[in-house]
């Protein structure tokens, strides 16, 4: 991950997931974990892709235009995998099209999942989020990410 911002949020989730699994074996203190990381990698997609996007605009438009794009994209929340689609096609009608491609199926259902068990937690609901889901769930938020700026960088 080259983006500084995308970088540091990911090297602070490696970090919590590997604490985690120093823990002892107790399954509630796991699920507790599991749902305090599904809120932390919701918040990585979030930070991740608004933080390319704005470097992006910054690289690529004038300086009102980049400051347009920051400020709409503090306003980028919950992000299921059709509002990440709509985000991209935004930039690039072709990107978004080769990004629902490439995230069919795993990936795709793994960010829909991050969104709403994240809205579950947030609002006191019981969800059925697990470490070993989440940490699955994480891999494919970072596949994601790293998709999304390598398209910004015209990889």
């Known amino acids: 991950m080259k983006n500084l911002e ?3 949020y990911k090297r602070r989730l490696d970090g919590l997931f590997q ?3 120093t823990l002892p074996d107790d399954l509630e203190l796991q699920a507790q974990w599991a749902r305090y990381l599904c809120v932390l990698v919701a918040g990585f997609l979030e930070t991740s ?3 390319i ?3 992006y605009a910054r690289d690529c438009a004038a300086p ?14 919950n ?10 096609r935004s930039f690039n009608k072709e990107w978004g099209d080769t990004l629902e491609r490439q995230t069919e199926g795993e990936t795709k259902n793994a960010i829909d999942s991050i969104c709403n068990n994240r809205n579950l937690i947030a609002h006191g609901r019981d969800t059925g989020i697990s470490f070993a889901r989440i940490s699955g769930y994480y891999q494919e938020a970072v596949k994601l990410v790293e998709m999304i700026e390598r398209q910004c960088a015209g990889q």
Not at 64 to 77: E, G, K, S, Y
Not at 79 to 88: D, R, S, V, Y
């Open 6 to 8: 995308a970088f540091r």
């Open 53 to 55: 996007y704005t470097q």
């Open 79 to 88: 992000p299921n995998m059709e509002k990440m689609l709509q985000l991209t």
């Open 49 to 51: 892709i608004s933080a």
């Open 19 to 21: 604490k985690i699994r």
């Open 64 to 77: 009102n235009v980049a400051r347009f794009v920051a400020t709409r994209l503090t306003w980028f929340t």
